[in-house]
């Protein structure tokens, strides 16, 4: 059973800041690992694949890179709209979200 | 344009059996590569993976769940069922079941998600 771990579970930034969310797994999963975008009382919204491919539609302040067990999602430049919690989610062996980080604007 | 829209009872009693619907437009589950999946968000906390099907009636289900757990597909009706046994009040969540993407177990495309509440 992989385990998903997320850092940090919650940060405020102001916008146009830099910021970066950590995931790591428990064990080597190559690059098969996910991020989402959940807006408050929405559904989540895929925005990374396969650990650094952006989504069609997402914009380009959206990174990720990493693989094996450590990962790094990173939004360039916050803005409003990016207040939300963000998971990451394995799919090497079955599928886990991790526990999700929640972005706010300071 | 793909959608998916889940229904079922909003509410259960504890040790009841949940079945939830998820019926889908613009893809069909024949087509390889084809998947669709089902995952739940309790209030306030994290998403959880549920069960997962894809085109050629391969099932995956949560460890800690699967006993629990049955996934089906009506490929002529677009619908995906998922039913959960004994149910508990620590099973109150949002359900969702969302499309699952190319190759990878990714979700592109989610429904709007339902509200299961269990309870006396």
């Known amino acids: 059973d992989i385990q998903m771990t997320q850092s940090p579970s919650s940060l405020s930034a102001s916008v146009g800041d830099r910021v970066t969310i950590t995931c790591q797994a428990s064990?080597?999963?190559?690059?098969?690992l996910n991020w989402y975008q959940q807006k408050p009382g929405k559904a989540p919204k895929l925005l990374i694949y396969d650990a650094s491919n952006l989504e069609t539609g997402v914009p380009s302040r959206f990174s990720g890179s990493g693989s094996g067990t450590d990962f790094t999602f990173t939004i360039s430049s916050l803005q409003p709209e990016d207040i939300a919690t963000y998971y990451c989610?394995?799919?090497?062996?079955?599928?886990?979200f991790g526990p999700g980080t929640k972005v706010d604007i300071k | 344009q793909i959608t998916l829209k889940e229904s079922g009872p909003t509410l259960v009693k504890p040790t009841q059996t949940l079945t939830l619907t998820c019926t889908f437009s613009g893809f069909s589950l024949s087509t390889s590569g084809v998947g669709v999946g089902w995952i739940r968000q309790p209030p306030g906390k994290a998403l959880e993976w549920l069960a997962l099907i894809y085109w050629d009636d391969d099932k995956r289900y949560s460890p800690s769940l699967k006993s629990r757990l049955t996934i089906t597909k009506d490929t002529s009706k677009n619908q995906v069922v998922l039913t959960m046994t004994n149910m508990d009040p620590v099973d109150t969540a949002t359900y969702y079941c969302?499309?699952?993407?190319?190759?990878?177990?990714?979700?592109?495309?989610w429904g709007q998600g339902t509200m299961v509440t269990v309870s006396s």
């Open positions: 969302a499309h699952r993407f190319g190759v990878q177990d990714a979700f592109d495309i």
């Open positions: 989610q394995q799919y090497d062996n079955l599928l886990r």
């Open positions: 064990q080597d999963i190559s690059n098969y």
